[in-house]
T-cell receptor
Framework: DSGVTQTPKHLITATGQRVTLRCSPR?????VYWYQQSLDQGLQFLIQ???????AKGNILERFSAQQFPDLHSELNLSSLELGDSALYFC???????????FGPGTRLLVL | QQPVQSPQAVILREGEDAVINCSSS?????VHWYRQKHGEAPVFLMI?????EQKGHEKISASFNEKKQQSSLYLTASQLSYSGTYFC???????????FGKGTTLSVSS
């Protein structure tokens, strides 16, 4: 158990819908990262927050957005969902940006 | 900036050895290694820091060649449990965020 929690574990929804994925980092970690992993693909970095502020953006679509709240938990919002958005979404946290990242168990999203 | 891993895939029998390489075009401060089992979260294996020594974890060890900006992960006497995808992540000397390579898939059979 890495100490990072993600909810929900599984999510099934329809195209065009909007969903919110939630992540609680390890205690003491200020940095939160979101990754997308499609079938047999590598980890695609989406976005990073550090202590409530956006720090880096990767290949994140405009339909996706995220935020980190004062209690440091983070939410990833996915809207106008398409079939291709079906993937495993991981959240990771670290004490600092260049430090080891600890991954949550992931949220498996299936868009039908 | 994404590190390059090689090979893309390795197939082994139990007891055989393997080496996975990770290289960067940037001067590196640290290299991180992770292993991911199918459908599970990546799990941290070890970190190698600039100026640090070779690290080990059970029968898995790694080295970091700062001059060549490369790291290698050594898996000796492989076990079935070693199967998975191995990712390296690098932090360059500018202290930027960890960036992951595309991964190397290791399959160990009996």
């Amino acid at each position: 158990d890495s100490g990072v929690t993600q909810t929900p574990k599984h999510l099934i929804t329809a195209t065009g819908q909007r969903v919110t994925l939630r992540c609680s980092p390890r205690s003491g970690d200020l940095s939160v990262y979101w990754y997308q992993q499609s079938l047999d693909q590598g980890l695609q970095f989406l976005i990073q927050y550090y202590n409530g502020e956006e720090r880096a953006k990767g290949n994140i679509l405009e339909r996706f957005s995220a935020q980190q709240f004062p209690d440091l938990h983070s939410e990833l919002n996915l809207s106008s969902l398409e079939l291709g958005d079906s993937a495993l979404y991981f959240c990771a946290s670290s004490v600092d940006e260049s430090e080891t990242q600890y991954f949550g168990p992931g949220t498996r999203l299936l868009v039908l | 900036q994404q590190p390059v891993q090689s090979p893309q895939a390795v197939i082994l029998r139990e007891g055989e050895d393997a080496v996975i390489n990770c290289s960067s075009s940037k001067a590196l401060y640290s290299v991180h290694w992770y292993r991911q089992k199918h459908g599970e979260a990546p799990v941290f294996l070890m970190i190698l820091l600039k100026g640090g020594e070779q690290k080990g974890h059970e029968k898995i060890s790694a080295s970091f060649n700062e001059k060549k900006q490369q790291s290698s992960l050594y898996l000796t006497a492989s076990q079935l449990s070693y199967s998975g995808t191995y990712f390296c992540g690098t932090v360059n000397q500018a202290g930027t965020a960890l960036i992951f390579g595309k991964g190397t898939t290791l399959s160990v059979s009996s």
